[in-house]
Nanobody, 115 residues
């Protein structure tokens, strides 16, 4: 059974940086496209960033493009989200996802950006 465990969330000031990590276990990591979604307070879940199994292709929502970078370490079975120049609009619970024949979600990590 695939498990995803996120970490790295917390409180950060506007303009600051944060790096989220997600450790994958339970299957072959390179079979999965990995991604990050987020759910702001009182809003629906939205796509943030994705990365293909090889790590060569990445894609982003317009709201984070140029500020966030997704990467993966296929030796450590870990996907990262580097968040720079954060704003209060980035406040949300961030979820790691693994997309394959079956999709999996982590439990989420809270990111709060103070103004």
């Amino acid at each position: 059974q695939v498990q995803l465990v996120e970490s790295g969330g917390g409180l950060v000031e506007a303009g600051g940086s944060l790096r989220l990590s997600c450790v994958f276990s339970g299957d072959t990591f390179t079979k999965y496209r990995m991604g990050w979604y987020r759910q702001p307070p009182e809003k629906g879940r939205e796509f943030v960033a994705g990365i293909w199994p090889s790590g060569g292709n990445t894609y982003y929502s317009d709201s984070v493009k140029g500020r966030f970078i997704i990467s993966r370490d296929n030796i450590k079975n870990t996907v990262y989200l580097q968040m720079d120049s954060v704003t209060p609009d980035d406040t949300a619970v961030y979820y790691c996802t693994a997309a394959g024949i079956t999709d999996y979600w982590g439990q989420g990590t809270q990111v709060t950006v103070s103004s």
